[in-house]
């Protein structure tokens, strides 16, 4: 059974989008080849999910992002001041139907991921 250990000070940052098969597609490879090695270079960040939900018969899939951070400033170092505007940069925004304009942040209270 996996050990949960008490964290302090840890924060989940969550964004979600729309895209059509193929664009959830590029966004993915995306995420993974172009935004991760971004995100690895900034202190205080550990690491991300990519997560997706086939919507429906017309194709449509949701992407939701868990980035995981130290702090809020961590993630300012990324978001800039108001860390609840969202980062898209246009080629994402390419590849998407539509995308939340803001993120969301929770403290973590127990993590149980190792």
């Not at 505007?85 to 403290?107: K, Y």
């Amino acid at each position: 059974m996996p050990v949960m250990t008490q964290t302090e000070g840890m924060m989940v940052r969550t964004w979600s989008a729309t895209a059509d098969a193929v664009g959830a597609g590029k966004y993915s490879r995306y995420f993974d080849g172009t935004l991760l090695p971004e995100l690895r270079k900034l202190p205080g960040f550990h690491g991300a999910y990519l997560l997706r939900r086939d919507l429906g018969d017309d194709g449509s899939v949701e992407l939701t992002t868990h980035t995981f951070w130290d702090s809020a400033d961590a993630i300012r170092a990324f978001a800039g001041d108001d860390i609840t505007v969202s980062v898209v940069e246009p080629e994402a925004q390419a590849m998407l139907l539509d995308f939340g304009r803001t993120a969301a942040h929770r403290s973590v209270v127990v993590d149980a991921r190792g």
